[in-house]
């Protein structure tokens, strides 16, 4: 699922998917840059659900106290055994100005604080361990240090120092990152280049094979693919962009034919996932729909009435999207946001009392639509009815700042919980969305920006964000 906005909106959320990895691939060596100022080991051992840290002096586990870390990491993938836990560790990747923390939620503690200069952005790369990190020259990987492994009928769980790989996917201006079908799209708004990886082939000393599509022009875009192979492209320019491609899948030379195209999305931008393999992208007057291989335009009712964020969830055939009507406004704080039924085609505005940014929209594990509020509160509705469910008390009212790089409140969902970051008190809060209530507040060293995580799981294949 997807949650975009403005001149370079946040790169979607990928679907997090897990291939196992046999014991000639395990834990791959981590290339690191610098991690800064923290006692790994100790925090490490935390994370291992009570088991007793590893001796072995494998690098980038609890056994590692005093080593360096980017010296550790030149290890052979044979040698990194990591720390074994009693279950999957899910982990948290927040940037800051000129870096990133990684967060264990299990204990709220900091495993790793990563330096890297400039404005960065993160999206799960796909496969339940590695975060994109979208930064000068292309995305770069990112090792959170949680992980599967198969054995027999169960899995057994591991963490390791994560790390800032040296492996980068080029890119001139690195955009949208989708993972859909286990397959992550890369966009590259520089070039209009697409470029795709199976994320479960992620490790080891060099990047996954990848293969490249490259679209008419160069424009802010997206590409999605599906789980039969085909790919949704947008299409455009840098000054307009309103046309979108469904490709077959590729032939023997790589080629790929257009099956259905449309022009019909004035200011495409973003996209979404739901129930049934149904994609939508937006448009500054509705939606554009591609289901079963056609384009079906649904309209706002307004003649100006853009949807430039959307959040699907493979439980629900409804999208969560946002909605603003005001074409003249340097920014709009907008009252009123969308669910759009891709199986009727049905739109609906539900109007609130309060607003939100591009980065307040996410889905729950159930298919709940999940709104972070300028009002302090995660909203909880009933993606069918638009109803809402619950209202948590969460942070201090805010307002969306005018430039949107700027830190505001943020949210990430993974299942039955949702993580909002605090930027005014540094903080990061659990909630728990069964109960609708908050379940812990842990402290940070940065304000934090962008938020993202991944599972550890083996089973990681569900929707996130």
């Given amino acids: 699922m997807t949650i975009t906005e403005n001149a370079h909106p946040p790169i979607s959320s990928p679907r997090r998917s897990f291939a196992p990895r046999g014991p000639a691939s395990r834990a791959p060596a981590l290339r690191a840059t610098a991690l800064t100022g923290l006692a790994l080991a100790a925090t490490l051992a935390l994370v291992s659900c009570g088991g007793a840290p590893s001796t072995s002096g494998a690098p980038g586990t609890a056994g590692t106290e005093g080593a360096n870390p980017s010296a550790s990491h030149a290890a052979s993938a044979d040698d990194h055994e990591g720390t074994e836990a009693e279950s999957a560790q899910s982990r948290l990747v927040?940037?800051?100005?000129?870096?990133?923390?990684?967060?264990?939620?299990?204990?709220?503690?900091?495993v790793a604080n990563v330096d890297l200069k400039g404005f960065n952005r993160v999206n799960p790369a796909g496969d339940g361990r590695h975060v994109l990190v979208s930064t000068t020259g292309g995305f770069q990987v990112l090792d959170a240090g949680t992980w599967s492994e198969p054995h027999g009928e169960h899995h057994h769980y591991f963490t390791g120092t994560p790390a800032l790989e040296e492996?980068?996917?080029?890119?001139?201006?690195?955009?949208?990152?989708?993972?859909?079908?286990?397959?992550?799209?890369?966009?590259?708004?520089g070039t209009g280049t697409v470029n795709t990886f199976t994320p479960s082939e992620l490790g080891g000393d060099s990047l996954p094979p990848t293969q490249e599509y490259k679209t008419s022009a160069a424009h802010h875009g997206v590409a999605v693919q599906l789980a039969n192979s085909q790919m949704l492209i947008t299409e455009g320019t840098s000054e307009s962009r309103n046309g979108a491609k469904l490709l077959a899948a590729p032939d023997a030379k790589g080629a790929r034919?257009?099956?259905?195209?449309?022009?019909?999305?004035?200011?495409?931008?973003?996209?979404?996932?739901?129930?049934?393999?149904?994609?939508?992208?937006?448009?500054?007057?509705?939606?554009?729909?591609?289901?079963?291989?056609?384009?079906?335009?649904?309209?706002?009712?307004?003649?100006?009435?853009?949807?430039?964020?959307?959040?699907?969830?493979?439980?629900?055939?409804?999208?969560?999207?946002?909605?603003?009507?005001?074409?003249?406004?340097?920014?709009?704080?907008?009252?009123?946001?969308?669910?759009?039924?891709?199986?009727?085609?049905?739109l609906t505005l539900v109007p609130i009392d309060y607003s939100y940014s591009f980065r307040s929209l996410a889905r729950g594990g159930d298919g709940a639509a999940l709104m972070l509020g300028t009002d302090g509160k995660l909203h909880i509705y009933n993606p069918e009815t638009g109803k809402e469910s619950a209202a948590v008390d969460i942070?201090?009212?805010?307002?969306?700042?005018?430039?949107?790089?700027?830190?505001?409140?943020?949210?990430?969902?993974?299942?039955?919980?949702?993580?909002?970051?605090?930027?005014?008190?540094?903080?990061?809060?659990?909630?728990?969305?069964?109960?609708?209530?908050?379940?812990?507040?842990?402290?940070?060293?940065?304000?934090?920006?962008?938020?993202?995580?991944v599972s550890g799981e083996a089973d990681a294949a569900h929707a996130a964000h």
């Avoid at 927040?94 to 900091?110: E, P, S, Y």
């Avoid at 201006?173 to 799209?185: C, I, L, S, Y």
């Avoid at 129930?275 to 554009?288: I, R």
């Fill in 94 to 110: 927040i940037t800051h100005d000129g870096g990133m923390t990684v967060l264990d939620t299990g204990t709220g503690k900091a």
């Fill in 167 to 189: 492996l980068k996917f080029p890119a001139t201006t690195p955009g949208h990152a989708v993972n859909h079908g286990g397959v992550t799209a890369l966009f590259d708004d």
């Fill in 257 to 346: 034919a257009v099956l259905a195209e449309s022009s019909d999305c004035p200011g495409v931008h973003g996209e979404a996932t739901a129930k049934g393999e149904a994609l939508v992208l937006g448009c500054e007057d509705g939606l554009l729909l591609i289901k079963d291989a056609t384009f079906t335009k649904i309209a706002s009712p307004d003649a100006y009435g853009r949807i430039g964020n959307q959040a699907g969830s493979d439980a629900s055939t409804v999208v969560l999207g946002d909605y603003k009507k005001d074409k003249n406004a340097e920014l709009e704080r907008p009252k009123t946001f969308s669910l759009t039924d891709t199986a009727t085609g049905k």
């Fill in 395 to 453: 942070v201090a009212p805010w307002e969306e700042p005018l430039d949107w790089q700027q830190p505001r409140p943020a949210i990430f969902a993974d299942g039955t919980v949702a993580y909002v970051s605090d930027p005014a008190k540094k903080l990061v809060h659990t909630v728990d969305l069964a109960s609708a209530k908050v379940s812990a507040s842990y402290p940070l060293d940065h304000i934090p920006n962008e938020i993202t995580g």
